[in-house]
């Protein structure tokens, strides 16, 4: 597995890529959760904020998209501010110092249980990195309440926004990750063991 990190300048280089990135959004989004909101013809599910400088995540087993999720500036209209402004009455952070982190999903095969399957933790620790490195100190959200406490098992400090309000039928709540150096090591000591424990476990069954 590795861990492609491209800006959005970057898709005319990596058409059929990027191609298969809003397919598997529009299957996650829209067919799986309903969003019908962002529905497309064409199967892809891609929004204004897909510019030239939205950073995209794109996990690859081979060459095979096994995850995806994508920052956004704040400096920039983004989700929370154009879309969602409802959800955090009191303001929100935004700067060069602040991001929003939308759209992480992972396709079927490679599913499993909690934060810290392989793929979740490297998705993890990949944009916890890559945002420390440049120079981002905060990530805004916009999820399910649940996930907020996903977040704090895994040694996140979340800070709500607001409270939760329906949307689509489904609540959501807007908040906040600090991003520390100290909370970079810890996903990156969860990721080793998590790997270690894989490989044990890989070794056991042969």
């Given at each position: 597995m590795k861990v492609l990190t491209l800006k959005g300048k970057d898709e005319w280089k990596y058409p059929e890529l990027f191609d298969e990135a809003f397919r598997l959004r529009h299957k996650t989004?829209?067919?799986?959760?309903?969003?019908?909101?962002?529905?497309k013809s064409d199967g892809r599910e891609r929004d204004q904020f897909d510019h030239e400088?939205?950073?995209?995540?794109?996990?690859?087993?081979?060459g095979k998209l096994a995850s995806y999720s994508r920052l956004l500036p704040t400096t920039r209209p983004h989700l929370l501010s154009d879309i969602y402004p409802h959800l955090a009455p009191r303001g929100y952070p935004k700067g060069d110092h602040v991001w929003e982190w939308t759209r992480w999903t992972t396709a079927w095969p490679y599913r499993r249980q909690g934060l810290?399957?392989?793929?979740?933790?490297?998705?993890?620790?990949?944009?916890?990195?890559?945002?420390?490195?440049?120079?981002?100190?905060?990530?805004?959200?916009?999820?399910?309440?649940?996930?907020?406490?996903?977040?704090?098992?895994?040694g996140y400090m979340p800070r709500p926004l607001g409270i939760p309000e329906s949307v689509d039928g489904e609540p959501?709540?807007?908040?906040?990750?600090?991003?520390t150096p100290a909370l970079l090591q810890s996903l990156e000591d969860r990721?080793?063991?998590r790997t270690r424990q894989d490989n044990f476990a890989l070794l056991g069954a042969v």
């Open positions: 989004f829209v067919e799986e959760m309903g969003w019908e909101a962002v529905r400088d939205a950073v995209h995540f794109m996990m690859l087993d081979g810290w399957s392989f793929e979740g933790g490297a998705m993890l620790h990949t944009v916890a990195q890559y945002a420390l490195q440049a120079g981002i100190r905060e990530l805004s959200l916009q999820g399910h309440p649940t996930w907020i406490t996903r977040f704090l098992q895994v959501v709540v807007a908040f906040v990750l600090p991003l990721v080793a063991q």
